[in-house]
């Protein structure tokens, strides 16, 4: 390839790079100047390195004309949108240790800084609302996704005012919880309730209100939904996981599930199917882990028997 006159001795203005030589100092190689590095096409000896650009973010006009200054996207998953500050302990931006005094005119800083980061009481009740609903997610292994739609749920309950009479913790857990209703992220009330701050008649007050004022898409819950998980809970088989959603769906198709607990329902198939293959589980695990009373399930297998005629 010949060497262009880009690469002569002078200023290349279309990388900002200053080219003092055309040859290698190494070898008889050329130079070659690329994404602002200036190298040798021969030994690959770096002359020039590309320089640090320190003017800052470059700005791009949105659709309303105005300009948006890049970096990281903003989070419905935070109060302020991910758009707070924080100011740093212990050592400077070099890494060198801070002076005394330094440490404390920081710390003073970082005082005001807390008590300025919320401009309102709803501001603070909404900083609160997403760490139970950033808590809870956690603690049932949730997605990030659904995280960052039940603090929009959450967003939109506060803006309507379902927060009035209402505690922080309730409308939260409501709203994760509407959040599994909605996706396939599926987990029982009693599930919620459990990580929750507050007792279940609570969370399930939250979610009503939530369901009712916002006229929620909530779709039934299905039996099948649930039996992943609690064969996994009770440590049963694949064939058995298999064959009792086998169940459920034809227990769907007669419509024998219709208006019981799905949750309920889907470990009665799991005990029924277990018990046919010799994995034998008590009624009072099943209910247990499916957060209904061994009387649920004992009705729910009597009927599964009766209307299915499932063979022992």
């Known amino acids: 390839m010949a060497y262009s006159d880009t690469y ?32 040798c096409t021969e030994c690959g000896l770096v002359v020039e390195g590309g320089r640090l650009d320190r003017r800052g973010s470059p700005t791009y006009p949105n659709k309303d004309g105005a300009d948006r200054r890049t970096g990281q996207p903003r989070t419905t998953t935070r109060h302020d949108r991910g758009l707070s500050t924080r100011i740093g302990r212990g050592v400077d931006a070099k890494g060198n240790t801070l002076s005394e005094e330094k440490r404390r005119q920081l710390n003073r800083l970082r005082r005001e800084h807390s008590r300025a980061r919320y ?27 659904v995280r960052e739609q039940a603090s929009s749920l959450f967003r939109t309950a506060q803006s309507e005012d379902l927060l009035l009479g209402r505690s922080i913790e309730a409308v939260a857990a409501g709203s994760l919880y509407a959040v599994c209703r909605l996706t396939d992220a599926t987990r029982t009330l009693d599930e919620v309730s459990a990580v929750a701050s507050v007792s279940r008649d609570r969370v399930q007050n939250g979610y009503d209100a939530l369901n009712r004022e916002l006229a929620l898409p909530v779709p039934p819950q299905e039996p099948t939904e649930f039996i992943p998980g609690l064969a996994s809970a009770l440590e049963l088989s694949s064939p058995v996981e298999r064959d009792a ?40 695990t099943l209910a247990d882990v499916a957060g209904v009373t061994p009387n649920t399930i004992r009705k729910h297998r009597d009927r599964i028997r009766d209307m299915i005629g499932v063979t022992l």
């Not at 002078?10 to 008889?28: K, L, R, Y």
């Open 245 to 284: 959603r086998t169940l459920a769906n034809r227990a769907v198709e007669e419509g024998l599930s219709t208006g019981l607990h799905p949750a309920g329902f889907a470990a009665a198939c799991l005990g029924v199917v277990a018990t046919d293959r010799g994995e034998a589980v008590t009624q009072r």
């Open 119 to 145: 401009e309102s009481k709803a501001d603070r009740n909404l900083a609160h609302g997403l760490t139970e609903i950033a808590r809870m997610r956690s603690a049932l292994g949730l997605s990030r996704s």
């Open 8 to 39: 002569s001795n002078g200023f290349d203005e279309s990388t900002g790079q200053t080219i003092t030589a055309d040859a290698c100092p190494e070898c008889d190689g050329r130079l070659r100047t690329d994404s602002g590095e200036t190298r």
